[in-house]
């Protein structure tokens, strides 16, 4: 018995009657006819839906494969070009040249190199994670060490941001992976530098809530478009101004989102209600028996004073 439908035959039911007789009555072919061109049908529409998978996946794969060479070729050249810029001049003319004009210079092939080693970090942690090898070590840390080492990290990138702390010493130690959440906030920073004027205000805070810790970014940019909130944690996605896709990997929110997730936390993007500027969410699950050291000792995780 075929199993048709509209546009091609997509399968054969075999019956079979050890009895002599006919196989079938009148009314049971027709039943049975009328079953199978049902079950044609939602067979067709099942392979269509995996076709439509497909193609969406196939779409996707060629978007991140433009965006990956799009950035590489703009984030390697860029830096790249400033780098061998200044070793040439530094290697023709340095006997000509002030101290200071010299120092800049070398101050130039140090930045871009920082810049360079950065970019290619992003990729790796990308592909860890992409990849579902991207495996935490654990461990309690308080959080304003973590805080301060973001801070301190990204203090070339903050520029003359100014810079406001509010994280409680007494917040309870979280177990996480150092390396991965010090990552994740330096990102956040990098971020909200990026797009927030210079000597604008980046403000992080921390608190607890129903069993977890949170920390919020915010700052006073422009904010996030609303039609980009749901995308802005995507790889390789940017936020556009007007017609203009703002500079940067668009690696940085999707590599935060990677390692707190992979921590068990979560996080989160949203815009200030209290004026321009976005806000970023970080939440994390509070470890039900952390150690137990003396609290009231904060001078060894103390945020310090990164303005």
Not at 46 to 71: F, G, N, P, Y
Not at 83 to 105: K, N, V
Not at 158 to 183: A, R, S
Request: aromatic share 4%.
């Amino acid at each position: 018995l075929p199993l048709r439908t509209g546009r091609t035959a997509i399968g054969v039911v075999g019956l079979d009657n050890d009895k002599q007789g006919p196989l079938l009555t009148p009314e049971q072919q027709r039943l049975l006819d009328a079953l199978a061109d049902q079950a044609a049908v939602a067979i067709e529409r099942i392979q269509l839906v995996a076709d439509v998978d497909r193609a969406k996946l196939a779409a996707e794969t060629d978007r991140l494969r433009s965006a990956l060479l799009t950035s590489i070729s703009h984030d390697l050249k860029t830096p790249l070009a400033a780098i061998m810029g200044a070793a040439g001049t530094l290697r023709d003319f340095s006997a000509a040249l002030p101290e200071p004009d010299r120092a800049e210079l070398l101050s130039t092939v140090l930045d871009e190199s920082e810049r360079l080693n950065r970019f290619i970090a992003n990729l790796l942690d990308m592909a860890k994670i992409e990849s579902g090898a991207m495996e935490p070590n654990y461990a309690f840390h308080y959080v304003g060490d973590i805080v301060g080492s973001a801070l301190q990290r990204a203090r070339k990138i903050i520029g003359e941001h100014k810079i406001e702390t509010d994280i409680p010493k007494d917040l309870p130690m979280l177990k996480v992976d150092p390396v991965l959440f010090e990552q994740a906030l330096f990102n956040l920073l990098d971020n909200a530098a990026k797009y927030a004027p210079a000597s604008s205000t980046i403000r992080m805070q921390g608190w607890t809530d129903n069993g977890s810790v949170l920390l919020q970014i915010m700052d006073e940019g422009p904010g996030i478009p609303p039609g980009d909130l749901e995308r802005i944690f995507d790889t390789f996605y940017r936020v556009r101004k007007g017609d203009q896709i703002r500079a940067g990997t668009g690696l940085g929110l999707s590599i935060c989102r990677g390692f707190v997730e992979a921590m068990g936390g979560t996080i989160m993007a949203a815009n200030r209600t209290d004026g321009s500027g976005a806000v970023f969410t970080i939440k994390m699950p509070r470890p039900a028996n952390p150690p137990n050291f003396d609290a009231s000792n904060t001078d060894d995780h103390d945020v310090g004073d990164v303005a």
